[in-house]
């Protein structure tokens, strides 16, 4: 999948992410639950950061899911219905088309420092994934690579991987898999625990990660 020319690995964008956090007034809280209750978490968490008497949610787009059972998306439906939807009205992400023989989607996750996430659909699937490290960043990988193995419930609907860019540079990203025909509320969804799950793996994973290479680069 095509990245920008200046990619920025995961730590930058968890700076950002926590600075925008912290403009907003809200504060961290650390919490203690079984692994099966990730996912429930994340959506208390997303309620608990909105106003009280705000009883809106961007979320909550069901008109939005305008795909019927079985129905393929494509790059361009998926693009016009991601712009017509509540992520983008409120400011909450920018979608942007990545043209060539492969297009794809640039999706800038505003509530998570601008993280950029790339979408693609092809062959029945849609693949949604994030730039975390360059892989000569990372101290003690073979420790490293088993760590993400025994950890990887931490990160519900994502998986950790190693990909190759056409320069040949080896990158660790994140992503996250849906049907082609999955409903847009769905996808928003996926968009949103991935963008969570980049900021709490660059947390898990901080101290594996060389700060001084990432700063040179």
Request: negative net charge.
């Amino acid at each position: 999948m095509k990245k920008t020319k200046e990619a920025k690995g995961s730590a930058f964008y968890q700076q950002q992410y926590r600075k925008r956090l912290r403009e907003q007034g809200l504060i961290k809280k650390e919490v203690w639950i079984l692994p099966e209750n990730a996912t429930q978490l994340l959506e208390i968490e997303k309620q608990f950061r909105l106003p009280i008497d705000n009883s809106t949610c961007f979320n909550n787009i069901q008109e939005s899911n305008k795909m019927k059972k079985n129905e393929v998306w494509s790059i361009t439906n998926l693009y016009q219905a991601l712009r017509d939807s509540e992520l983008s009205k409120q400011g909450f992400a920018t979608i942007d088309v990545i043209d060539g023989v492969d297009a794809c989607l640039h999706i800038t996750m505003h509530e998570y420092g601008d993280l950029p996430l790339f979408l693609s659909a092809s062959n029945q699937q849609i693949i949604i994934e994030a730039l975390l490290w360059p892989v000569d960043i990372v101290k003690h990988t073979n420790q490293f690579n088993e760590e993400i193995l025994c950890t990887r419930k931490l990160f519900p609907l994502s998986t950790i991987a190693i990909e190759k860019t056409g320069d040949g540079a080896l990158n660790y990203i994140m992503y996250g898999a849906l049907s082609a025909s999955s409903l847009l509320s769905d996808i928003i969804y996926e968009l949103e625990t991935l963008s969570d799950n980049v900021i709490k793996a660059t947390e898990a994973y901080e101290h594996y990660i060389n700060i001084n290479n990432i700063e040179s680069k």
